[in-house]
């Protein structure tokens, strides 16, 4: 990266600085003046301050600026970010600015119908008090604003405005300025925050840096100042996307029974790949994670300039990892791009309706799409398919894990890779600091690419060279890296998954021992329709134009949020383990009580979370503790297929007969059946386990069609009636009631089944 490019992404990331300094200090000054002379305490790089000084035409015109001052490609960028996540909203108030105003929630104008929450003021961390929505304003006050700038000065003051500090920035940027609005015009919509807006900023101000350099225009006046209309009209940027496909494969397709101690390190292994990936193809180009809209689940988009230059590096980076996949894995994984070419204006509110910003934004990312499906159609070229069929036909010894032959380690019975996850396993928990380098030893990531754990001290002392990565914790630093948000909660210690089929938590802490069904359960669990979400999320009552990037950028990294970061936090003290959490979907081992009523408050809170605009589908299933992975995996996967094929936001247990819509779920059976039968039994103790084991079993052999069914449930209750003492002979008759009109409804009785078994699971001393 060139020194010019450099302050590029310095003065446009911090452009709007002076925002959060005007908000804590209410000076009657221009945010652009307050910011450049903040900036002044920590550099004296004049391209860096006029950025800052000069990104409106009222300061522009005022000032006597080179025709190549970078200035004006912070000016025009600045306006595209602008008009691409400022909207007007129906108001008969007065163009005016209120400095107090907290951030709306992104899902306010998500789906048909648009509403109105606001994000409590505070800074982002993995604290959890503050961070659902709520109906009533709460207003930043000066003091709150006043903390952030003291954690913005207090780090700018030891980093240099150097290409290794870049991440650092936005790292800064992002934990202090993620529920900061970017507008306070009460006339306009305030629900993309002031990180956003920065970030988008300085990704579209370097491609446009790009776009230019190709061209050797560097009349910046001319082009993007003078000339600005036409510059709109220009197709300079490229919506660049990739997709991994093999991911579920690789994770799931391990079947020894002690394949689970890497499980974990496999999903946190495939994330690494993908973002290495987006690292690579940055790297060729000079530019930063200011240029990424998403990446997560192995998938991510990118903004970059239309470019010869880029379309080179997103075939080499293509090209490279395709073949490290082959090397490593031969055809199991495998990488495809895809492009779209837009104009600022494609990106602006500038369209006649509504309808027409809809039918742009959603071509630019079918394009991506399509491109992306025709890669995987023809995944090689001639040259290597020869390559792979001249390998032929591998014998020999093979990994008890994976089945490949390919470089086994003596004495293990397990291939490198295979060897190296189970290894890395305990260090992904422990660990908070990994390096990506080019040293062999550690786990390779991708070609000439490969991770290691490194300590705090060793990165302090200047001992680490590579590109950093923290997990779950905003670090400042040197070849800083993203923060890498993991769900990582584990009740264990380790990995022995089957210890939680134990139930005797004495093992583990000194909490008495439960009784119980000796049983783990698995949920999997994923976003319905996230797809939408991305391409048509935003219409609000039909129209487009909230349909944009940065509200997409906003959208994309609040489920991150939540799936990566949050859920460390809803899980915490629950004896379970969170195996995978991506972006959208989600794998847990616990125990099977535990991993019930984790689902449940899960779901609950991410309902709250997107304002119940997005919902969950979810497979519960219960195995024997040394069930193979790969058949867990595959059962709770069918599960939550057959949730997925319920019309969605639905969960199935343990069969796919138990399917049931998440609401009646917990409504009628866990907080409602579930509860009276368990309260109805505990206080008629002489109707033991065979009355409980003989109602279920009339009820599971229930033929919908033969009223000898019902006859036999109204023997039984009938004949247990005659036997119950006086005192307890109403609660009696009511269980007999609720049972035998429970029984002429279908879903009624399917869910009293599902509660009867619940409670069986939950009495019984199982071996």
Known sequence: MDDKMNSLFYGSVLHDIGKIVQRSTNERITHSRIGVNYLRKFTDNIDILHQVNYHHVKEINGAKLENNDLAFITYIADNIASGTDRRKIETDTKRQWDSKTNLEDIFDRFGENSTRRYIVPSMLSEDTSKIFPVKDKVEFNSSEYTKIVTRITNTLSVINFAPDYQQSVLNLIEATASFIPSSTNVQESVDVSLYDHMRLTAGIACAIYLFLEEKQEYNYKNTLYNNSQNFYRQNAFKLVSFDISGIQKFLYTI????????????????????????????????????????????????????????????????KEFNQFFIDKFNIQLYVSFGSSIFTANDLMDKKDNDEDNEKIYNSIFREVSHQISERKLSRYDVSTIKQLNMGGKKVGRECIICHSVDNLVEGENKCQLCFSLENFSSDLQKEKYFVVDDE????????????????????KSGKVNGKIYTKNEFVTGADQSIRLMMGDYSYLHNNEFGKYSDRDWTKVDSSSSPVGIKRIAALRCDVDDLGYGFIGGFKEQNSGKYNTFSRIATFSRRMSIFFKTYINSFAKDKR???????????????????????????????????????TLSAGIGMFDSKTPINVIARETGTLEDAAKDNDKNSIALFDTKYTFNFDYFIDNVYNSKLSYIKEFFENQPEQGKTFIYRLLDLIYNRDTKDKISFARIAYTLAKAEESISKDKLENFTDFKSKMLNWFEDEEEILSTELALMLYIYQIRKDR
Do not use: C
Not at 445 to 459: A, L, Q, R, T, W
């Open 440 to 459: 062999v030893s550690g786990l390779q990531i991708g070609p000439n690419m490969y991770i290691h754990k490194v300590s705090e001290e060793d990165i």
């Open 576 to 614: 379970l383990t969170i195996v995978y959490s991506g972006g959208d979907d989600v794998f847990v081992l616990g125990a099977w009580d535990e991993v019930i009523e984790f689902a449940i408050d899960l779901r609950q809170k991410f309902i709250s979370w997107t304002d119940g605009k997005l």
């Open 255 to 318: 079947t020894t029974s002690g394949a689970h101690k890497q499980l974990r390190s496999r999903s946190f292994y495939l994330d690494m790949i993908s973002e290495t990936i987006v690292d690579s193809l940055l790297s060729k180009l000079g530019l930063s994670r200011a240029n990424v809209i998403y990446s997560g689940g192995g998938r991510a988009y990118l903004v970059l300039p239309n470019t010869k230059s880029a379309d080179k590096a997103i075939k080499e980076v293509e």
